[in-house]
């Protein structure tokens, strides 16, 4: 009896949640008022991004405490940890695109196997991705410089190489829920991982274990939110149904998955290995300058900027569907009142917060800052901070011009200015730290950021006043989502009518 109402507790916890953040579940807006469907999908988007920037925000403050040389480390090691995550969100995107296509063309059966083999092959990556941070992640620490911090690396690397299929799980069974329009059940299991930053303190202080501590931490919180996943899967309250029983691995249902995911993962890889490669030209210039400390110094003021760049994306990730539902029905000014509406309605929330972060830069280090072995370089990193901050608009218009842009097909001209944004603010970083020390590495690495920021929306803008709707040819997965829209809000109107 005792286990049946702690397990009815937690469902109805669980299904309070869903509540919570269910306030609409018309997919309908989309094809209605391009204003109000970017606001629609904005929110809970910022929500869920948000919530990932603050679990990051609480790692980074919790880790400052333990000195210079952790902070540093656990720095380092981020990329790892977020190419990983990069992984599971690759599979989450193939999941939500695929599985959805053969929902809307009412094949339950293909989208049932498809989750199924998303769920087999997070476990397939558990062990690869294992096997390659176990070989390489002594080489990355050796390419970083950074050998004397190799315990404090391997302590926060190895969790994460045991259990990282967690967060391969995670990111697959959040874009099944999206696939089937369960869009608030996933931004709940997003907003459970925050209890990572809620572990972090018990496992690095009341545990005593350190900077293992903080990467326990950020497993036990994805826990949480997977178990959330799982529950609602084992439930039986989803469309799409995942079986393991019977299983046989299909290799062109893999092939479908890996036509959508391959590309996410390879552009995500790339922003991975780019910061990789800053944090190497920072130590080959102001290594000498702040020894251990170095990576800690030029990442800690980018925790808070990271949060302000939610606006950003979020906009972004909001309007793609609006201009493209839009595109799809031959509507190209309202898709051309969806870009500009995002881009108005974005730009003075981003001018106020970047302005709040330049003149609070101050108390807002020293809240991270804490131990004397970081604090010495307090004054540079509020230098750093105010720098990258003011440029925060641009990382704005950044992220709405690269979404500006798939929507038009560019995928491979939005690669391009990557690349190019990469080549110069690394040959420029370079340059400016041996000419003018880390103060130019400072100051080269955001005007770098603000010109390719300027490249992308000078290419959106070119682009779009070319760009020609009708001759747009839908794929077979475009088509089906469209009819399926259209349908929706057909019978919405036809409702409010009869309302009427």
Known sequence: MVIYSKSLAIRSMFDGLARLFDRKKNISMIAGDPKAAVMFLFWPLLLSYIVVAVN?????FWVSMLGAEAASAV?????????????GAGIGVASAVTIAFHLGAGDQVRANSLASHSIILCFILWIVLGLLMFFFTGSFIVALGIEELKDYCLDYITPLMVCNVVLLLNGALCGILRA???????????????????????????????????????????????GYLLYLFHSDSTVVKISLRNFRLEASILKEHMKVGVPYCIQ???????????????????????????????????????????????????????????????????????????LKKALPPTIIISAGLAIFSGPLIAILATQESLYVYRDTMVMFMVMISVAGPFY??????????????????????????????????????LIFGYMGLMVF????NCIGSAVAYVCARHYWKKFDVDSIVLTATEKTIMDVLESIWDKLLMKNSEES
């Open 396 to 433: 704005t218009v950044r992220d709405i011009s690269y979404s500006a842009l798939q929507t038009m097909r560019k995928n491979n001209l939005c690669v391009l200015i990557v690349f190019f944004q990469i080549a110069l603010k690394l040959s420029t970083m370079y340059a400016g730290g």
């Open 56 to 60: 990051g925000y609480l790692g980074a």
């Open 75 to 87: 720095n380092a090691m981020m990329d790892i940890y977020l190419a990983v995550a990069s992984v």
């Open 180 to 226: 089937e329009g369960a869009a608030a059940k996933a931004t709940v299991a997003t907003l459970l991982c925050v209890t990572g930053g809620i572990f972090d303190p018990l496992f690095i202080f009341g545990l005593d274990l350190g900077v293992a501590g903080s990467a326990w931490g950020t497993i036990a919180g994805t826990v949480v939110s997977t």
């Open 268 to 342: 995500t890889t790339v922003r991975r290995f780019s910061n990789f490669l800053d944090k190497v030209i920072v130590i080959a210039i102001a290594g000498g300058i702040f020894g251990s400390a170095t990576i800690a110094v030029y990442a800690l003021p980018w925790t808070y900027v990271h949060m302000l760049e939610c606006l950003g994306m979020a906009f972004g990730a909001a309007m793609i569907p609006v201009m493209s539902y839009n595109i799809g029905r031959r509507m190209k000014d309202h898709a051309t009142e969806a870009f500009q509406f995002t």
């Open 445 to 448: 690495s955001v005007i770098s």
